[in-house]
């Protein structure tokens, strides 16, 4: 049981965070980049692509791993040394990189009240795409005053 509760906990502590993270960052993107076309699919495609090579590259280094320990296929008894290969590979390994990954977070800059910033600003754009303001660069610059916390 608790090995089936440290599965699930890193699961969602991998997944979690960087999905909800991703709206932020197109939002983000797009408030600096008005004019940009469509850049959601550049950023979910590669968020995506990543998470499925470093999947990847996951498994290779694991299956490498228990390779040089000495794993055998089909053996009801493994070494002392496949079993520590084990213990670490599903133990330590996530326990660090999930220590890594939120450490990282710590420096994230979008807190919620640039969130709510730049919804309003992208607020702004999106009204002043529709009355043609934004040709006159007049949007623009109403997005980029309160970005800056100007306004």
């Known amino acids: 049981q608790q090995c089936a509760a440290n599965v699930l906990t890193s699961a969602s502590l991998k997944n979690v965070p960087p999905q909800s993270m991703l709206p932020d960052v197109v939002d983000h993107f797009r408030l600096l980049n008005p004019h940009a076309k469509g850049p959601e699919t550049i950023f979910y495609s590669s968020y995506v692509f990543f998470t499925k090579m470093s999947a990847g590259i996951g498994l290779g280094i694991s299956?490498?791993?228990?390779?040089?320990?000495?794993?055998?296929?089909?053996?009801?008894?493994?070494?002392?040394?496949?079993?520590?290969?084990?213990?670490?590979?599903?133990?330590?390994?996530?326990?660090?990189?999930?220590?890594?990954?939120?450490?990282?977070?710590?420096?994230?800059?979008?807190?919620?009240?640039?969130?709510?910033?730049?919804?309003?600003?992208?607020?702004?754009?999106?009204?002043?795409?529709?009355?043609?303001?934004?040709?006159?660069?007049?949007?623009?610059?109403?997005?980029?005053?309160?970005?800056?916390?100007?306004?």
């Not at 600003?121 to 970005?147: F, N």
Request: net charge positive; aromatic share 8%; proline share 2%.
């Open 63 to 151: 299956t490498a791993s228990l390779e040089f320990a000495g794993y055998k296929t089909g053996m009801c008894r493994q070494s002392s040394t496949v079993i520590l290969t084990l213990k670490i590979l599903i133990g330590a390994v996530p326990a660090i990189l999930i220590v890594i990954g939120l450490s990282i977070l710590l420096f994230y800059p979008i807190t919620e009240k640039s969130r709510k910033e730049t919804e309003f600003a992208l607020e702004l754009l999106r009204a002043a795409s529709l009355t043609g303001c934004q040709d006159s660069g007049w949007g623009k610059l109403l997005a980029t005053i309160i970005v800056l916390g100007l306004f």
